[in-house]
């Protein structure tokens, strides 16, 4: 089976401008990306550089952008992203500085990861093995499944834009030590991801699970890890002003309260935000496209709004 | 073609333009809407941060009031679609799960089997009605003209919930519908990342770095303007592009944004006005005049 392969090259020894070669190679049926540009490299171009290992998606190595998102090469066969021969693009992960072809420096990555404190913090010395139960660590199989690839951090959208933040590898591994039942630091790790660079900058956009070989679904854990900040007390963000505004508008509305929650999250406390929002309104005003004062609301709204108190009673009483 | 009608908050609230536009295209299209008059708010996600069951209750409510309508569910905005189509992919997935929701919408003499289809009316317009079909209802060739995809995530991901698999075509379904006009679709990274929009109240700075950076990147790709079936999106990109533009030295505001249905609607000859492409922040006159001289 011929495998056509396009693959942005880049070598800073000889240029800082980066360009596309197309290889064709021919690889058995069943084969992988990774076994196609291994034999690229050991028969057609020794000079095209890229990382590996395992070659079984346990090392992490092998991360790169296949027609633009993330994926360990090693667990992608040929077949499944060119069904019909179509040509696959391959690039070095996004959000990471490029060495040499396919090959990203992870400096940034692990030292995120250092960020968290990955490691179980107690008060006490351990005299012996320090056990958990089966049924308390459960909850973290997902989550420790995580082999440090980098692939959601490549196709993180809000890394994109600002790269101080922790990010989803980082924030899945600080989630890993809150949600540890022998941790005794879960407050004090939550109060400091509770901050800027911390968990109320991901944008939920669902790239990192989308893309994470694992399952690690790291935005849920950051999501998690919103929720408790806030039950541990960490409320003065917007973020926290957000989420409540939100809920309280569908206990009282059944719906959206566009006009409240812009407010609130600002802050009615916050006049340079304020003032901001209220250039943005007059501008929608004059195109006749404000939100009403007061949300459209559902039919039988009651029942809406009863379901939105008695469930929100529940999750209290389970806390 | 009958469907469920499930607006959203947003085509009711601050983009009433996309409502409007919304119906005077399903009209064309053939398409009869019932709206679920009772249904809530989705939650968008942020609900489910803080109560997930409550959000599945509620989705799965809106669920088997389309059920008992005996009708598959027609969305008109990204966030909604993928909110619904994860609650039902949860539950479909959970018998148990399912149960334990049913026993909240007993409450209300409701149940939810499990049956209801969600749709974006994007996927109807190529699912249910067909590209050919749909041409032949457009009296405009666009060709000439260059926009760009923006789909919003919850469109694109979670691939598995959103039924990807089955029909791989939802993946480029805004470049196929936007070249089924005659028009180019713009090549640019941004079309299937993040607006901004969920982070605008949170950390505004980043938001804005990503309006400017995806309008800016789609202008420089020649877009003539950016067509996006997310109200969500369309907020950050059309109401605060000329702060991001200007904060992030991407130029003036220069891009306008328009909601799928008012692009099926220009190519179906329908006035621009009545579609509302006045109503949006970033000035549209421009666009409007040659798209008219198009007509002339």
């Not at chain 1, 790790?189 to 991901?202: I, S």
């Not at chain 2, 936007?178 to 079309?191: F, H, L, M, R, V």
């Amino acid at each position: 089976m011929e495998a056509l392969i396009k693959v942005k090259r880049y070598n800073p020894e000889e240029s800082e401008d980066t360009y596309f070669q197309d290889y064709s190679v021919d690889v058995a049926e069943d084969s992988t990306i990774l076994d196609s540009l291994i034999k690229i490299r050991e028969e057609q171009d020794g000079t095209l550089s890229l990382r590996c290992s395992c070659r079984a998606s346990i090392c992490g190595s092998c991360s790169m952008r296949v027609n633009g998102s993330a994926k360990l090469v090693c667990k992608t066969r040929v077949k499944e992203i060119s069904p019909d021969g179509e040509i696959i693009t391959v690039e070095p992960m996004g959000n990471f500085k490029v060495i040499k072809d396919l090959v990203t420096e992870m400096d940034s990555f692990w030292s995120k990861m250092k960020s968290i404190d990955p490691y179980v913090k107690t008060s006490f010395e351990p005299e012996a093995e320090h056990i958990a139960s089966n049924e308390s660590m459960t909850h973290l199989l997902g989550v420790m499944n995580c082999i440090m690839c980098g692939a959601c951090v490549s196709e993180c959208t809000a890394l994109e834009v600002d790269s101080t933040f922790t990010g989803p590898a980082a924030l899945a591994k600080a989630y890993r030590f809150v949600a540890d039942p022998r941790d005794e630091e879960a407050n004090s790790r939550l109060g400091k991801l509770n901050e800027n660079t911390g968990v109320w900058d991901c944008t939920r956009c669902l790239a990192c699970v989308e893309v994470c070989p694992k399952d690690v679904a790291p935005m849920e854990r950051i999501v998690k890890m919103r929720d408790l900040a806030i039950e541990e007390g960490y409320t003065n963000t917007s973020g926290y002003r957000h989420t409540e505004s939100f809920n309280d508008s569908i206990k009282k509305h059944g719906r959206l309260d566009e006009t409240r929650l812009a407010l609130e999250s600002t802050g009615l406390l916050n006049i340079t935000g304020l003032i901001d929002l209220a250039k943005i309104g007059i501008k929608s005003l004059f195109r006749g496209k404000l939100p009403p004062i007061l949300p459209h609301r559902p039919k039988d709204m009651k029942k809406v709004t009863s379901i939105a108190e008695r469930l929100d009673n529940q999750g209290k009483e389970e806390e | 073609m009958k469907f469920a009608f499930y607006p959203g908050c947003v085509a009711r609230g601050a983009a009433p333009e996309l409502y409007k536009s919304t119906m005077m295209v399903v009209d064309k299209l053939g398409i009869e809407l019932e709206e679920i008059e009772k249904a809530a708010c989705t939650g968008a996600g942020v609900l489910q941060e803080k109560n997930q069951k409550l959000g599945d209750v509620l989705n799965v409510r809106t669920l088997a009031l389309a059920e008992q309508m005996d009708l598959p569910i027609m969305t008109i905005c990204s966030t909604c679609q993928g909110v619904i189509s994860q609650a039902n992919h949860r539950v479909v997935n959970d018998q148990e799960y399912l149960d334990e929701i049913n026993e909240e919408l007993a409450k209300e003499d409701l149940h939810y089997s499990g049956k209801t289809e969600v749709k974006h009316l994007l996927w109807i317009l190529l699912e249910d009605i067909g590209v050919e079909p749909l041409q032949k209802m457009f009296n405009i060739d666009l060709s000439g003209f260059n926009f760009a995809p923006f789909y919003g995530c919850y469109l694109i991901r979670p691939s598995d919930a959103l039924g990807m698999t089955k029909n791989p075509k939802r993946k480029h379904s805004l470049d196929i519908v936007i070249e089924s006009t005659g028009a180019q679709s713009t090549d640019y990274a941004g079309k299937t990342r993040c607006c901004g929009f969920p982070i605008l109240l949170i950390n505004q700075k980043n938001s804005l770095k990503m309006v400017a950076k995806h309008t800016g990147d789609a202008k420089d790709s020649g877009a003539d303007a950016m067509v996006t079936p997310c109200p969500l999106c369309h907020l950050n990109l059309d109401g605060y592009q000329a702060k991001a533009r200007k904060q992030n030295k991407r130029g003036k505001a220069d891009l306008p944004i328009l909601h799928l249905p008012q692009l099926i609607g220009m190519a179906m000859g329908l006035d621009p006005k009545e579609l509302g492409i006045n109503k949006h922040l970033v000035s549209t006159a421009n666009f409007i005049k040659s798209l008219k001289s198009k007509v002339a």
